[in-house]
């Protein structure tokens, strides 16, 4: 019989891709649109953003797809949905669907 081993294997709960398979590309309705925008908006006011900074945001569900943004590029445009930022921890950026 062998002996046991120095390391041992932990088994991790399998992804749920099944939520991820429901997702719809079509735009969210007008009603969600405005909602999210606003929540996005009032982020940026209740975090103290002041002058210049701003954040991207994408919400993906089975009823559609948003993205939108708040705030400034460098102080000197509007930000847009393609605008790339630098990422310092991406871990936060994917949740497990409940």
């Known amino acids: 019989m062998a002996p046991p081993s120095a390391t041992s294997t932990v088994s991790a709960a399998p992804f749920p891709v099944d939520a991820f398979a429901a997702i719809s590309q079509d735009p969210v309705s007008d009603s969600s649109a405005a909602e999210f925008q606003a929540a996005l ?3 940026v006011v ?3 953003f ?3 900074g701003g954040m991207s ?3 993906m569900t089975a009823d559609g797809t948003w993205s939108g943004t708040v705030g400034e590029a460098d102080d000197t445009r509007d930000l847009r949905v393609d605008d790339q930022f630098a990422v310092a921890s991406i871990t936060k950026s994917v949740s497990q669907p409940r």
Request: hydrophobic share 25%.
């Open 41 to 43: 908006e009032g982020l």
């Open 50 to 52: 002041g002058e210049g």
């Open 57 to 59: 945001a994408t919400v």
């Open 46 to 48: 209740s975090d103290g």
